[in-house]
């Protein structure tokens, strides 16, 4: 039996979807990644909460870590979205492109709001703003559909144990603190010169 994944973007050209050679879809441009700093020295940075329980928790401790041991100047955007499986739409993109250098978003521990966590951050990529989007591991297999449908194959996010939810306040705060070289890592091309993307 195969299972079939929607765009929930509903940006998906009607016929077609991911090439069979994992592609990207017909009709839709190749994605390319945002250009990446150097560093977040300065950076502001924007948290884009999908409304699961213990997101938002997460999403501030990384904030918090990015601005007090990575040198970012502060967050400049915390959003929390309509549905977990909705995604964002122009509009918030327009506010985070005004408000902020980089994206965290999250996160994804189902299915439906691990598709649409995905198609946030290429949403965000195509924009011009770095994200990394946070996917718990049961999901990957959602997500990489997803990332197909959205004609970026090799879309990469930040990967933890599922699940998310069922964590205390420490033990998301401990998993924030271990996700965060990751999550610079994503962010930043330290070294490389900018608007190399995948």
Same mark, same amino acid.
């Given at each position: 039996?195969?299972?079939?994944?929607?765009?929930?973007?509903?940006?998906?050209?009607?016929?077609? %979807?991911?090439?069979?050679? !994992?592609?990207? +879809?017909?009709?839709?441009? #190749?994605?390319?990644? $945002?250009?990446?700093?150097?560093? /977040?020295?300065?950076?502001?940075?924007?948290?884009?909460?999908?409304?699961?329980?213990?997101?938002?928790?997460?999403?501030?401790?990384?904030?918090?870590?990015?601005?007090?041991?990575?040198?970012?100047?502060?967050?400049?955007?915390?959003?929390?979205?309509?549905?977990?499986?909705?995604?964002?739409?122009?509009?918030?993109?327009?506010?985070?492109?005004?408000?902020?250098?980089?994206?965290?978003? %999250?996160?994804?521990?189902? !299915?439906?709001? +691990?598709?649409?966590?995905? #198609?946030?951050?290429? $949403?965000?990529?195509?924009?011009? /703003?770095?994200?990394?989007?946070?996917?718990?591991?049961?999901?990957?297999?959602?997500g990489r559909t997803m990332a197909?449908?959205?004609?970026?194959?090799?879309?990469?996010?930040?990967?933890?144990?599922?699940?998310?939810?069922?964590?205390?306040?420490?033990?998301?705060?401990?998993?924030?603190?271990?996700?965060?070289?990751?999550?610079l890592s994503t962010l930043?091309?330290?070294?490389?010169?900018? %608007?190399?993307?995948?």
């Amino acid at each position: 039996m195969t299972d079939t994944i929607l765009d929930p973007t509903g940006r998906a050209p009607a016929t077609g %979807g991911p090439a069979p050679d !994992g592609t990207a +879809s017909e009709g839709r441009p #190749a994605v390319r990644l $945002a250009p990446r700093p150097d560093s /977040l020295a300065g950076a502001r940075i924007g948290l884009l909460d999908n409304t699961k329980h213990n997101a938002m928790l997460f999403l501030q401790a990384v904030g918090e870590l990015l601005v007090e041991e990575h040198g970012a100047d502060s967050v400049g955007i915390v959003e929390t979205k309509a549905n977990f499986s909705v995604p964002v739409d122009e509009e918030i993109i327009s506010r985070y492109r005004t408000a902020c250098d980089v994206v965290v978003t %999250g996160v994804g521990d189902c !299915g439906s709001c +691990s598709a649409a966590a995905v #198609a946030d951050g290429i $949403a965000f990529e195509r924009a011009g /703003l770095p994200a990394a989007a946070v996917l718990t591991d049961a999901f990957d297999i959602t997500g990489r559909t997803m990332a197909g449908v959205q004609g970026a194959p090799d879309y990469a996010w930040i990967r933890t144990e599922h699940p998310m939810a069922v964590l205390s306040e420490d033990q998301v705060r401990e998993r924030a603190r271990r996700l965060v070289p990751e999550i610079l890592s994503t962010l930043t091309a330290p070294g490389r010169a900018t %608007g190399e993307g995948a």
